[in-house]
């Protein structure tokens, strides 16, 4: 059974950083891709980022791209969501996912984690 835990959230400054961590031991597809997705209060939930366990490709959405820097360890079994230059508008809950698709569809990924909630204060 495939099971994802995130870690990591919390309260931060805008203009802060923080790091978000997803353990995937339990994700053994080949070539699968983990990513993350957030859901902000009374927001649709969206995409992210995600990343291509098997080359390291990483893909961003517009909205985090040149802030927020995915990264897999494959030796730990752990993907990494370094957030950077945080603003309220990050405020939300963030869940890890993994599948077998690319980019940020969320029909992509089977597995979901229960998620972790970052605040941003202004």
């Known amino acids: 059974e495939v099971q994802l835990q995130a870690s990591g959230g919390g309260l931060v400054q805008a203009g802060g950083s923080l790091r978000l961590s997803c353990d995937v031991r339990t994700f053994t597809i080949d070539g699968g891709t983990v990513g993350w997705f957030r859901q902000a209060p009374g927001k649709e939930r969206e995409g992210v980022s995600c990343i291509a366990r098997a080359n390291g490709d990483t893909y961003y959405s517009d909205s985090v791209k040149g802030r927020f820097t995915i990264s897999n360890d494959n030796a730990k079994q752990m993907v990494y969501l370094q957030m950077s230059a945080l603003k309220p508008e990050d405020t939300g809950v963030y869940f890890c996912?993994?599948?077998?698709?690319?980019?940020?569809?969320?029909?992509?990924?089977?597995?979901w984690g229960p998620g972790t909630l970052v605040t941003v204060s202004s």
């Open positions: 996912v993994a599948g077998t698709g690319w980019r940020l569809d969320e029909w992509e990924y089977d597995y």
